[in-house]
Every structure is written in structure tokens, then in C-alpha cells.
T-cell receptor, first 113, second 114 residues
């Protein structure tokens, strides 16, 4: 079972470049998320989508945009990358609703130089 | 707002020893609590979760956690550590207002020594 699939797995960007992280889930989940993980900071929510057609800001949305393309796909865009956006990015999904399990992808390692 | 605290960032145990990873939460509503594990270069996977009912929750790989409302705690334990338990462990609480979003602690890296 594929679960949550993210691409690319690794990317190096120059400051000011743009890129899009792609995410797709095959579990027919309603909710999808983008988190970033930084050493000593745990995981912080960037954006989430409770259902197709809706998106909401999380804890650290500045510098990012998202698109919920359809029920399966949720992309994260960096319009003008900055070194502070060097991080590991995780896409995740869940059925939705309070207390439901969130399932994570394997992560995308992004370095901005 | 909900939050979780995992004191310290690293714990080291010997193989066969007790594993105890502490988590304390802050919540103004009855909390839903989670433990996730992250193996090197992988995503997070659910170990166990507490929603309602029995306060002692059993998870995968021999881990369990007990919800103690009076202590606002949800500590993770395993009686006997195995080398394969070496990973980073995250405590999380479902955020307020009925949302399905999770708020994570900063994580605890577990090292198991032979």
C-alpha cells in the first residue's frame, strides 16, 4: 500500500527560487496536512485542508502557499525560497474529525542555499 | 491552546532496560493524546493513542502509555528495550475545538546501548 507519497525526496534550491512539493494519498482521506520538522522544534503545522476545496493556515504559514487539487492531492509551494525554509517537510492525511489517526509520508529534505 | 511538553531531547538506555519517555500536556478540554515514532530517515507512524475509555493504552512493539488526568501526563513505557527501539518519539495532543489537527512536542531521541 502506497499510503502518502511525497515528491521530490531531496531538493537543493538557491535563495529566491521557487518550487512545489507534491503529495498524494490513496486512502480516500478527507483531511491533508503539511508539516515541517526542524531539529529541537518537533513538527509544526504549515497548512492543512479539512476537505477538498478548503485550506487553512497552521502555525507557520508565512512563505508558503498550498493547493488542494482534488481529494487525493495537496501541494505545497515556496514562491521565493529562503535559507530559513531549509527543513524536512512532511505531508500527512487523515479521515478527518477529532482524534483520528494522521498518517505521514516519508518526508522531503529541502536545502536552501 | 493545547500543548505538550517533552522534557529533555535525548534518553539513553541499555538493551533490556525499562524505557520511560515522559509527556505532560496542557488542555482546557478533555484531551486526545498520541505517541508517534520516527525511525531514521522515515516519516512518523502511530504507536498508540488515547481518546476515551481505558486510561492504559497498549500500542505496537510492546509500548504502552497511561493517561493520568490528575498529573496531566501521558508517559510512554516499555518494560524491556530492544535495539530496534532506537528512534525519535513524539507526543502529540489534538488541538482544541474539535479539530483533527495535532500539536506535537519537540521529540525525544531514544538510544539503546548493547
Amino acid at each position: 500500500n502506497a499510503g502518502v507519497t511525497q515528491t521530490p525526496k531531496f531538493q537543493v534550491l538557491k535563495t529566491g527560487q521557487s518550487m512545489t512539493l507534491q503529495c498524494a494519498q490513496d486512502m480516500n482521506h478527507n483531511s491533508m496536512y503539511w508539516y515541517r520538522q526542524d531539529p529541537g522544534m518537533g513538527l509544526r503545522l504549515i497548512y492543512y485542508s479539512a476537505s477538498e476545496g478548503t485550506t487553512d493556515k497552521g502555525e507557520v504559514p508565512n512563505g508558503y502557499n498550498v493547493s488542494r487539487l482534488n481529494k487525493r492531492e495537496f501541494s505545497l509551494r515556496l514562491e521565493s525560497a529562503a535559507p530559513s525554509q531549509t527543513s524536512v517537510y512532511f505531508c500527512a492525511s487523515s479521515e478527518g474529525g477529532y482524534g483520528n489517526t494522521i498518517y505521514f509520508g516519508e518526508g522531503s529534505w529541502l536545502t536552501v542555499v | 491552546a493545547q500543548s505538550v511538553t517533552q522534557l529533555g531531547s535525548h534518553v539513553s538506555v541499555s538493551e533490556g532496560a525499562l524505557v520511560l519517555l515522559r509527556c505532560n500536556y496542557s488542555s482546557s478540554v478533555p484531551p486526545y493524546l498520541f505517541w508517534y515514532v520516527q525511525y531514521p530517515n522515515q516519516g512518523l507512524q502511530l504507536l498508540l493513542k488515547y481518546t476515551t475509555g481505558a486510561t492504559l493504552v497498549k500500542g505496537i512493539n510492546g509500548f504502552e502509555a497511561e493517561f493520568k488526568k490528575s498529573e496531566t501526563s501521558f508517559h510512554l513505557t516499555k518494560p524491556s528495550a530492544h535495539m530496534s527501539d532506537a528512534a525519535e518519539y513524539f507526543c502529540a495532543v489534538a488541538s482544541q475545538g474539535g479539530s483533527e489537527k495535532l500539536v506535537f512536542g519537540k521529540g525525544m531521541k531514544l538510544t539503546v546501548n548493547p
